[in-house]
């Protein structure tokens, strides 16, 4: 549970960030029912808590040539020593990784992975992905299309 006691005003405010989070605070304040002061205090105070971490924006992958995603798990090596530190430090250092989770089951890691085409990726997997430290296995899954892709957090499980 959230440090900071959230309130159904608070709620509201973090559905519509999370809807359009380039609402003005004016916008914003009328659509949770506040005047604009009380609005943005309460949106710093989301902020400082760190409950609202950034706004971004969201970008077109296909618009962007960006139209092959692939879901790559990795297993490393040895699990007693620095190779998954290693291999997230290396993670990080790829553009094309736009998402990493550390899983149990099969893989040891999950990558998303963004890339023009297949030939791209052929050239990812085998320039970079299999020579990234510890690595011992990687299994490739094709999306084949995005039935949801970034969607709003739930907030429904927050106390009223």
Known sequence: MPTLKLDAIDRKILAALQRNARLTNVELADEVGLSPSPCLRRVKILEEAGVISGYHASLSRTELGL???IFVGVRVER?????????SDAIRDVPEIIACHLVSGEADFLLQV????LAAYEKLLLGILLKLPGVADIRSNFAIRALK??????LGHLPS
Not at 149 to 154: F, I, N
Request: net charge negative; aromatic share 0%; charged share 20%.
């Open 79 to 87: 699990h007693h020593d620095t190779a998954p530190d290693a291999l």
């Open 114 to 117: 963004v890339v023009t085409d």
């Open 67 to 69: 139209g092959l995603t």
């Open 149 to 154: 892709e970034t969607a709003p957090l739930p």
